[in-house]
Every structure is written in C-alpha cells, then in structure tokens.
C-alpha cells in the first residue's frame, strides 16, 4: 500500500514537499512516480524514477520539482518550488511493479497512493 501527504494551499512562487510511504521495501525494486491529475484532464506523469535510480521530469516540472528517496525508510518525496498555479492538482504516487519501459504510462502502474491535493493561488 501506498499513503500520499504533504499537500496543501501554497501561493505562486511557494513550496511544498510531498511525501509517499510505502507499506513494503518497493521504492528499491521498482520504478515510482509521482502523477497529477487536474479537474478534467487526463492524470500524467511528473516525475519517475527507477529502481537504478533513474529518473524522468516532465518538461513543465524540470528545474522547480525533485523526487527522491529513502529505500531503507520505504518513502519518497516530492519537492515542489516556485509553484505556479498550473501545478494545482490531485497528486498520486505509484509504483510500477513491472519495470515497464514507459515510464510515463499511467497504465503501467499497478499501485496507487490515495492522492493529494495541491492548490497554488495565484
């Protein structure tokens, strides 16, 4: 299983760091990412990374957002800077079991943290 925190009402330009925990040692073995999905679109990747440490940033997201994380801890985080108001969405981790090629394929990912809101005001 996997619980999303850390979200939360920012305004533009502020931070917020998420946070995933996992219920087993999975981040170590399998690719993580961290999807949004905002009211009425299509949820997407916006940052993975594989269990080589390897990692994938939406265009949109490089230079503001880092994932990392603690395999020994079995958690993972998101930090998020100078937000804009285009970040607000639900935030989810999940975990591709698979090691599937697509990283960025929503559909490759079998478990799913319960999402989180994020909101920047502008």
């Known amino acids: 299983q996997l619980q999303a925190c850390g979200g939360g009402l920012v305004q533009a330009g502020g931070s917020l760091r998420l946070s995933c925990a996992a219920s087993?040692?999975?981040?170590?073995?399998?690719?993580m990412g961290w999807f949004r999905q905002a009211p009425g679109k299509e949820r997407v990747l916006v940052v993975g990374i594989r269990w080589s440490g390897s990692t994938y940033y939406a265009d949109s997201v490089k230079g503001r957002f880092t994932i990392s994380k603690d395999n020994a801890k079995n958690t993972a985080h998101l930090q998020m800077n100078s937000l804009k108001p285009e970040d607000t969405a639900v935030y989810y981790c999940?975990?591709?079991?698979?090691?599937?090629?697509?990283?960025?394929?929503?559909?490759?990912?079998?478990?799913w943290g319960q999402g989180t809101q994020v909101t920047v005001s502008s």
């Open positions: 999940a975990v591709d079991t698979h090691r599937s090629v697509a990283i960025y394929d929503a559909t490759s990912y079998d478990f």
């Open positions: 087993g040692r999975i981040f170590g073995r399998y690719t």
